[in-house]
């Protein structure tokens, strides 16, 4: 069994990457705006280029969670794992351009077949 704490801590893990993922949702809308195109990676978001995202979400890490981005001509999809699974999570998130967020609650990424979040 899980200590009261533990979960408590892997919750706010869970939702301060669901935050990251708005946040990485509101950079690419204001990429897009200026350059007529969606970043292909977190880097092109972060302060080394359009300084959109801090410096540790660029680099793909933050708050117990792993996060990729990939972009194409036509959007975008945001992937984010626990770090350490299930110690700093105990759900992987997926989203894209639609901005619906997505999870699975295993180990397995979240893919777009991934229920809703509710």
Do not use: C
């Not at 708005?22 to 195109?37: C, I, M």
């Not at 978001?45 to 990729?68: E, N, Q």
């Not at 759900?91 to 397995?108: G, H, K, L, N, Y």
């Amino acid at each position: 069994m899980v200590p009261p704490l533990a979960r408590v801590r892997t919750h706010e893990y869970e939702l301060s990457a669901i935050s990251q993922i708005s946040t990485l949702h509101t950079a690419e809308t204001q990429y897009y705006s200026q350059f007529g195109r969606f970043a292909s990676n977190l880097g092109e978001l972060g302060p080394a280029a359009a300084d959109l995202i801090p410096a540790d979400l660029a680099r793909g890490v933050k708050g117990g969670y792993r996060f990729a981005l990939t972009g194409s001509p036509t959007g975008y999809t945001i992937q984010a794992r626990p770090v350490s699974y299930p110690d700093r999570g105990r759900r992987t998130f997926f989203s894209d351009q639609t901005m619906i967020i997505r999870e699975s609650w295993d180990p397995v990424p979240a893919s777009i077949q991934s229920p809703e979040i509710r």
